[in-house]
C-alpha cells in the first residue's frame, strides 16, 4: 500500500514536470474563481491547491477566466487612477518643496546680510565712542 502511494507520488511529479515544461501558464482554481499565472514558473516553489494545466492556444473561450480578468482589469484600472493622483500629488509636493527651498534660500541670504550690516553698523558706533571719548577726555587733559 505503501509503494502505491509512492508510485502516485511519482507519477504525479512526472506529469508536473512535463506539464512545465511545455505550457506557458498554469490556471489554480482557488476557492471562488480561477487564477492564471503566466509568469515564470519557479522551480522551488511549493503550491497546495487544485490546478489544471491550461494551453492558452486551445482555451480561449473559457468564460469564468474572461470575466475574472475583467475584474480584475477593472481592479487594476481603479487602482491606476489611484497611482495617477498619487503621483500627481507628489508631483505638486515637489514643485512646493522647490518653492519653499528657494523662499528659504533668499531669506536665509537676507538674514546673513542684515547680521554683517549690523555688525558693521555696532563697529562704526563702537569706533565713533572710542574716538568722542578719547577726544573728550584730552580736552579735559586727562589723558
Not at 7 to 26: D, N
Not at 28 to 47: G, R, Y
Not at 81 to 93: D, Q
Not at 116 to 121: A, G, Y
Amino acid at each position: 500500500m505503501a509503494q502505491r502511494g509512492w508510485v502516485m507520488i511519482l507519477h504525479l511529479t512526472l506529469m508536473c514536470l512535463w506539464a512545465a515544461s511545455c505550457v506557458r501558464g498554469i490556471r489554480f482554481d482557488v476557492a471562488a474563481s480561477p487564477k492564471c499565472i503566466s509568469e515564470e514558473i519557479q522551480t522551488n516553489v511549493l503550491v497546495l491547491a487544485d490546478f489544471s494545466v491550461v494551453n492558452h492556444d486551445q482555451d480561449h473561450g473559457h468564460q469564468p477566466h474572461n470575466v475574472s480578468v475583467k475584474g480584475v482589469e477593472l481592479e487594476l484600472r481603479k487602482l491606476e487612477g489611484a497611482v495617477e493622483a498619487i503621483h500627481e500629488n507628489l508631483m505638486y509636493l515637489r514643485s512646493r518643496e522647490a518653492e519653499m527651498r528657494e523662499v528659504s534660500e533668499v531669506t536665509n541670504g537676507r538674514v546673513a546680510w542684515f547680521s554683517i550690516m549690523s555688525l558693521t553698523v555696532c563697529l562704526v558706533v563702537s569706533a565713533g565712542q572710542l574716538w568722542h571719548l578719547k577726544r573728550y577726555f584730552e580736552k579735559k587733559k586727562l589723558i
